[in-house]
């Protein structure tokens, strides 16, 4: 069974441009709040909560765009779907689950 790379390009590039976009309204709400400082403290308290949430959520696409690039660079060097332990290929059905996986099944377990 022969993986289509050029579906998976594509899938990756749009997984690409999502985390990008993901990533960039983030920190722009970070940067730029769209409410005002509240004068009151549990408000600011809730702000301040919510603002750590969005950190860890950016902090997650960001991690995944660091995947999406690599299997990117994966499919340009040819090694796209083999799997880093053992070298056999990525089952078909893993790849369009997880599109940069690195890992066959076996060894993702």
Do not use: F
């Not at 769209?34 to 750590?52: F, G, H």
């Not at 696409?61 to 290929?89: D, M």
């Amino acid at each position: 069974m022969s993986i289509d790379l050029d579906a998976a390009k594509k899938t990756l590039l749009e997984l690409q441009e999502e985390y990008q976009t993901r990533i960039d309204t983030i920190e722009d709400h970070i940067q730029n709040p769209q409410d005002e400082l509240n004068k009151d403290w549990e408000d600011q308290a809730i702000s301040i909560r919510q603002n750590d949430t969005r950190q860890l959520l950016a902090e997650e696409a960001r991690q995944n765009l660091i995947y999406v690039n690599e299997a990117l660079s994966r499919i340009e060097n040819g090694t796209y779907n083999e799997c880093e332990v053992c070298g056999e290929p990525i089952q078909e059905e893993r790849l369009k689950a997880v599109p940069y996986a690195t890992l066959c099944m076996e060894h993702a377990e």
